[in-house]
């Protein structure tokens, strides 16, 4: 069976540091991954997604990226964060040939001080 | 604009009694829809899809249905439990891009 991980369940960062979140996926080959976040209050949005290694495509400008080093590793990075870069992290992976289909992982709970 | 409106925003029922969650859409041309449960601090977990010729659909005591043509659709749960708290999310997905619209969610309180 599938699984998704990601790490560290919670993190707490100063202003202006560098963030690497990871996700990972078993189970499965060539899978769709995808970076959402999660502000208190508000619904998931999408900020990455990557239909293969090295292939990202990002939905909202913002000071975050993202890389697959790996076909199924996913990584969401920071050069310096901001106060509104807070908020809960979730990494999703769906069948190459079905993008409806997502499976979320844990997430990251990030705050930002 | 959202495509995916949800109400109540937030629920609070006694356990054992049923509840009404709702969800209007925009999202064109529709695929499929989904509610999802999240538990706090936790990562959404898939309870229901619908398709365009589906009108309803039940995982337990979760029944969820669909109007394609009023694009509505609401999510039933039945003698409620203290574990049903949690936000109930509904995901609209059209035939074009990745990106999937999700609504903000209904956050269920079950008290004893």
């Known amino acids: 069976s599938q699984t998704i991980h990601q790490w560290p369940a919670t993190l707490v960062q100063p202003v202006g540091s560098p963030l690497s979140l990871e996700c990972t996926v078993e189970g499965t080959s060539n899978p769709n991954l995808y970076w959402y976040r999660q502000a208190a209050g508000r619904g998931l949005q999408l900020l990455f997604y990557?239909?293969?290694?090295?292939?990202i495509s990002s939905e909202v400008p913002q000071n975050l990226s993202a890389s697959r080093p790996q076909d199924r590793q996913f990584i969401l990075s920071s050069k310096k964060l901001l106060l509104s870069d807070s908020g809960f992290y979730l990494c999703?992976?769906?069948?190459?040939?079905?993008?409806?289909?997502?499976?979320f992982g844990p997430g990251t709970r990030l705050t930002v001080l | 604009k959202n495509q995916v409106e949800q109400s109540p925003q937030s629920l609070i029922i006694l356990e054992g009694k049923n509840c009404t969650l709702q969800c209007n859409y925009t999202v064109s041309p529709f695929s499929n829809l989904r509610w999802y449960k999240q538990d706090t601090g936790r990562g959404p977990v898939s309870l229901t899809i619908m398709t365009f010729s589906e009108n309803t659909k039940s995982n337990g005591r979760y029944t969820a249905t669909l109007d394609a043509d009023t694009k509505q659709s609401s999510l039933h749960i039945t003698a409620s439990q203290l574990s049903d708290s949690a936000s109930y999310i509904c995901?609209?997905?059209?035939?074009?891009?990745?990106?999937?619209?999700f609504g903000k969610g209904t956050s269920l309180l079950v008290t004893p």
């Open positions: 990557s239909v293969g290694i090295g292939q």
């Open positions: 999703a992976w769906s069948p190459g040939t079905n993008t409806d289909t997502q499976y």
């Open positions: 995901v609209v997905s059209a035939y074009s891009g990745y990106a999937l619209n």
